[in-house]
């Protein structure tokens, strides 16, 4: 069993920057793919970023490739992701996730998952 608690969000001018960082509890986040989801009002949950186990391997969508940066560190079993340039369109409830068995991009094959930390972005 994995706990994973989101922190970092905020309200932020267009243009800005935000990091934020999912701490784990209960195993080691080395055995798990990890991503970040994130939802926005009325829309479907979607992919954002994934890291492999060791982070050697990282993957983006395509509407935040350039401006997001997926990274962890298991000696402190923690997952950071750095956004900069946010837009407004960036708006959205964001979810860290902990996935045993593989790195995708679907939110169903995420065995454990956080709460979400808000992130707005003002134009």
């Known amino acids: 069993q994995v706990q994973l608690v989101e922190s970092g969000g905020g309200l932020v001018q267009a243009g800005g920057s935000l990091r934020l960082s999912c701490a784990a509890s209960?195993?080691?986040?080395?055995?798990?793919?990890m991503g970040w989801f994130r939802q926005a009002p009325g829309k479907e949950r979607e992919f954002v970023a994934l890291?492999?186990?060791?982070?050697?391997?990282?993957s983006y969508a395509n509407s935040v490739k350039g401006r997001f940066t997926i990274s962890r560190d298991n000696a402190k079993n923690t997952l950071d992701l750095q956004m900069t340039s946010l837009k407004p369109e960036d708006t959205a409830l964001y979810y860290c996730?902990?996935?045993?068995?593989?790195?995708?991009?679907?939110?169903?094959?995420?065995?454990?998952r956080g709460q979400g930390t808000q992130v707005t972005v003002s134009s």
């Open positions: 209960g195993r080691t986040l080395s055995s798990y793919f």
């Open positions: 996730a902990a996935s045993p068995l593989a790195a995708t991009m679907a939110w169903k094959d995420y065995r454990y």
């Open positions: 890291i492999t186990r060791s982070g050697g391997s990282t």
